[in-house]
């Protein structure tokens, strides 16, 4: 389990400046956690107390390095590996290969370069976690049910987010760091647009809820931000 909240544990964020990212910042440091809140650049509005920001872009592997080297030595108790895109042009004859590959960097290649690269933190603390948020977009089994979607960077992105979830669950398990794929939920954000269901603020509650919940036992599941198990 990771760290009560109120207790000290570090949560690292990424894409923390705006959207989920931000509000998962807000409530952690409201729940007396450190956090370590990463993006590309410090908001306009400013962090709560509590929140140390740190730059990042993780599509690049020199950023990635350059953070590992500043946190070097320091207990990280939960990763969010949230920061993510979707495609500018939508659809099969938009679909451009380079746009497509950017997408794949940002929303596969990078939680598991930050995995990667933060391992060391991860084995200091006791019960770490590593969420990894995916979409329900990315379920082979759910995706296409009632969501008429036709970003195919973002589905497969997320859809190989979900491997990678299950192969660091299987990796980490002996270490005892869990790994969970969640799904927010559609939430109104700059991504989730105005006409989502879910303000950002109940997403995030119900997010920390389930970090905070998880132990080794849940490693590799696939669940949404209210505890639902998502097909894969
Ligand atoms: P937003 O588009 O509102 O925010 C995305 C965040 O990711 C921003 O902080 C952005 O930073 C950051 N980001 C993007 N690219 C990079 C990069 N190269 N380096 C660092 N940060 C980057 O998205 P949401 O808050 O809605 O989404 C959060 C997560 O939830 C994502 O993983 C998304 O796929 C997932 N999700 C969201 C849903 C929704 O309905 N909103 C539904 C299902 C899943 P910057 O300001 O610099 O651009």
Not at 7 to 32: H, K, N, S, W
Not at 140 to 153: C, I, Q, R, T
Not at 202 to 228: M, N, P, Q, W, Y
Request: a negative charge; charged letters at 20%.
């Amino acid at each position: 389990m990771a760290a009560e909240p109120g207790q000290p544990g570090t949560v690292l964020i990424t894409g923390a400046g705006r959207g989920l990212g931000r509000e998962l910042a807000r409530q952690y440091a409201r729940a007396g956690w450190r956090v370590i809140a990463c993006g590309r650049a410090f908001p306009a509005d400013g962090f709560e107390e509590r929140v140390e920001f740190q730059p990042l872009d993780v599509t690049d592997p020199a950023s990635i390095r350059s953070l590992a080297s500043r946190l070097a030595d320091r207990p990280l108790d939960v990763l969010v590996n949230n920061a993510a895109v979707r495609s500018r042009a939508p659809g099969l004859v938009a679909l451009e290969p380079e746009a497509f590959l950017d997408v794949i960097s940002t929303n596969t290649l990078a939680p598991i370069l930050m995995a990667k690269a933060l391992l060391p933190n991860l084995r200091l603390a006791a019960g770490p976690v590593i969420a990894n948020i995916g979409s329900r977009a990315g379920s082979m089994a759910e995706g296409l049910l009632d969501d008429d979607d036709d970003d195919y960077a973002y589905r497969c992105s997320k859809a190989a987010l979900n491997m990678a979830t299950v192969q660091l669950a299987r990796d980490l398990k002996p270490a005892g760091i869990t790994v969970l794929a969640l799904h927010p939920g559609w939430v109104k954000t700059d991504m989730g647009g105005p006409e989502a269901a879910l303000p950002a603020e109940d997403s995030a509650r119900g997010l920390c809820e389930i970090i905070h919940c998880a132990s080794v036992e849940d490693s590799g599941s696939f669940l949404t931000f209210d505890g639902k198990r998502v097909g894969w």
